[in-house]
């Protein structure tokens, strides 16, 4: 299935009624050496583009917003202890957690890559 | 806006694809391959630094006929020849205009080393508190300066430059050849780490920088890396940790203030040493990985006590670490205190002084 992506940075990927979300790759390469990731707690449910998360890096503090509304059902917990997980594959390794419970139409307010890619390049 | 100032390194830095940004302006390389990984290096191997933003004066003269005794909170006659002091340009408040450091070149000589932003303003400030304003120019605009810092600096620059260096003491410097020229190699720096300062004629820097670089034990690297080099000490950074509103002795640096001679501002400090200070720096560490940083607020028992002055996280220590200014009550080793910011919340501790005590600097 293909990622989408919003205009803050954060990329998700929907396999069944699932989502796995993350920050893109471009996001992790601006921020810098990441040093701590506030996950979510599971449970929580949050509506889309609102904040769902946080990240730090040495150089900054930002917010991450749910590119689509959701239920989280899992997190990253190895994050937790190495948050350079982000750095060596935001949209692999790096992802912050998974959402359940959404609503595809939704994907429909995001980029896919190809749009992300050209909105990059406007940046 | 102000127009930019580059040092002569700029292009080099954007051949190493340094991130640029501007900084007291200048525009300053932030990070080259990383800030953690360039802290790492220095922290290990040697890291180069480029610090030709700072500036420089040259005090010529006796040091008391020409009234430069009186400019600063240490006493300059004192210096032994081939020293250096840290120390303050105060105003009349005790406020601290800058820190700075001055190289006793000579028995009638002095080089004034200042902060980058507030260079023009120290110059100006120096100058209308001596009693001979001819002595002092300002040569920041044909000195280079590169910072050599690391474990095995000593060994490198040995090499590179002969064995006279090996033998230099902690903040003293010798007047050497290099590259066929005059310059100046110091024992002093900001990381924790054994390292040197070398000013050089502007127009050799580049060659020097180049030269260094082909050491594969030398890493260039940026202020970012810097910044959380001289916070894991605790030293202060001035703009964040020291400004014209604080006093050194409210910023815990009392030791570089001599009030047994004269100084502008020293009526400020006697009156702050009988009232006591209404603020006291503190060194906190944070239970997470979370970085406190400048501005955000310091609570004591759910009260405002206080601001972080500066924060980042420690790569050494694996957590957020911070200095900050807080009310007395609030400053005792071991306090806790909460660390707030909109919505960012994070518990603390009081703690001493360096939070980093592995560094080479003494060896």
Same mark, same amino acid.
């Given at each position: 299935m293909a990622k989408f992506y919003t205009k803050e940075h954060e990329w998700v990927e929907m396999a069944g009624a699932q989502a796995t979300v993350g920050i893109s790759e471009h996001a992790a390469h601006e921020l810098g050496d990441i040093t701590f990731v506030e996950l979510p707690k599971i449970g929580k449910s949050v509506k889309q583009f609102e904040a769902l998360a946080a990240i730090e890096s040495v150089k900054a503090a930002s917010d991450i917003y749910a590119p689509v509304s959701g239920k989280v059902a899992e997190v990253n917990q190895a994050l937790?202890?190495?948050?350079?997980?982000?750095?060596?594959?935001?949209?692999?390794?790096?992802?912050?957690?998974?959402?359940?419970?959404?609503?595809?139409?939704?994907?429909?307010?995001?980029?896919?890559?190809a749009a992300y890619d050209e909105y990059l390049k406007g940046l | 806006m102000e127009e930019l100032k580059a040092t002569p390194l700029c292009a080099d830095h954007e051949n190493l694809k340094a991130l640029m940004a501007p900084f007291g302006g200048w525009l300053m390389p932030i990070q080259y391959s990383g800030i953690i990984a360039e802290h790492k290096w220095c922290r290990e191997q040697a890291a180069l630094f480029d610090i030709c933003h700072m500036g420089e004066f040259l005090c010529k003269g006796d040091p008391v006929a020409n009234g430069l005794e009186d400019v600063f909170t240490f006493s300059v006659k004192s210096i032994p020849v081939g020293r250096s002091r840290y120390g303050f340009l105060l105003n009349d408040a005790g406020g601290v205009i800058d820190d700075l450091i001055v190289f006793r070149l000579g028995e009638d000589e002095a080089m004034i080393v200042v902060n980058a932003a507030t260079s023009d303003n120290d110059f100006a400030v @120096?100058?209308? =508190?001596?009693?001979?304003?001819?002595?002092? %120019?300002?040569?920041?605009? =044909? %000195?280079?300066?590169?910072?050599?810092?690391?474990?095995?600096?000593?060994?490198?620059?040995?090499?590179? !430059?002969?064995?006279? @260096?090996?033998?230099?003491? !902690? !903040?003293? !410097?010798?007047? %050497?050849?290099?590259?066929?020229?005059?310059a100046i190699v110091s024992r002093t720096g900001y990381t924790g780490e054994l390292g040197y300062e070398i000013f050089i004629s502007a127009d050799k820097v580049v060659e020097l920088w180049r030269l260094l670089l082909e050491d594969p034990r030398v890493a260039p690297a940026g202020l970012g890396a810097r910044d959380l080099l001289r916070l894991e000490m605790g030293y202060s950074l001035y703009g964040n940790d020291l400004d014209e509103t604080i006093t050194p002795l409210t910023a815990g640096l009392s030791t570089f203030v001599n009030m047994n001679k004269e100084f502008v501002g020293k009526p400020a400090l006697e009156r702050e040493m009988g009232q006591g200070s209404p603020r006291m720096k503190v060194a906190f560490k944070v239970d997470s990985r979370r970085a406190p940083r400048h501005f955000y607020q310091i609570l004591h028992d759910g009260e405002e006590v206080g601001l972080v002055t500066s924060g980042a996280f420690s790569p050494m220590l694996s957590c957020g670490i911070g200095l900050g200014l807080v009310r007395p009550e609030a400053a005792a080793l071991g306090t806790r205190l909460t660390i707030r910011h909109e919505k960012v919340e994070m518990e603390a501790q009081v703690v001493e002084l360096p939070f980093y005590a592995g560094g080479s600097l003494r060896s």
């Open positions: 937790d202890e190495a948050p350079e997980l982000v750095n060596q594959g935001a949209e692999l390794q790096g992802w912050i957690c998974k959402l359940e419970g959404v609503n595809e139409a939704e994907l429909g307010a995001l980029m896919d890559a | @120096i100058r209308s =508190r001596l009693k001979d304003p001819a002595a002092l %120019t300002d040569i920041s605009a =044909r %000195t280079g300066k590169v910072d050599v810092q690391g474990p095995l600096s000593r060994e490198i620059m040995v090499q590179h !430059f002969g064995p006279a @260096i090996r033998d230099i003491p !902690f !903040f003293k !410097f010798i007047r %050497t050849s290099i590259l066929g020229i005059d």
